[in-house]
């Protein structure tokens, strides 16, 4: 989805949004690429015409190769790629605290299963193997 600039699903799934890991990289991810295409385009010749108006859906790098040329286009992936190495160690740190999550809930469950099957509420029934419905359901030699 955000290739197409479409952002919400990452902002508010992931979720970035009002999450404090998020929010170093969600700050500088503007500020860092855009200081790095400036950089770019100062240092690099490259031709832009803002006549060309392309829809607000259309991939980054795409108009930026419409709008500037093959030049132009590499700026946007370089930049792209910078706001990538911006929320990588960011992404792994939350990918730790869910894992972290997850083996917590996990282990809760064995031991909750465990206990569970120390305990048994029908002991007068054991062995029947078909539950507190055996005395309702037919015998099994008349189905």
Do not use: H
Not at 61 to 77: D, E, H, K, Q, R
Not at 116 to 140: E, I, K, M, N
């Amino acid at each position: 989805p955000n290739i197409f600039n479409i952002n919400e699903p990452v902002i508010f799934g992931v979720p970035v949004m009002l999450n404090p890991v998020f929010f170093i990289p969600m700050v500088l991810s503007a500020i860092v690429p855009g200081l790095v295409g400036l950089a770019l385009c100062t240092i690099l010749p490259i031709p832009y015409n803002p006549t060309i108006q392309l829809p607000w859906a259309m991939p980054m790098f795409i108009s930026a190769l419409l709008t500037g040329g093959p030049l132009y286009m590499a700026v946007v992936l370089i930049c792209m790629a910078v706001s990538c190495v911006l929320y990588y160690p960011f992404f792994k740190i939350a990918d730790n605290q869910a894992y972290a999550e997850e083996q917590a809930l996990a282990s809760r469950r064995r031991s909750k299963r465990s206990d569970d099957a120390r305990y048994d509420p029908f002991p007068s029934r054991r062995g029947q193997g078909r539950g507190a419905l055996a005395p309702l359901l037919p015998s099994r030699d008349n189905r």
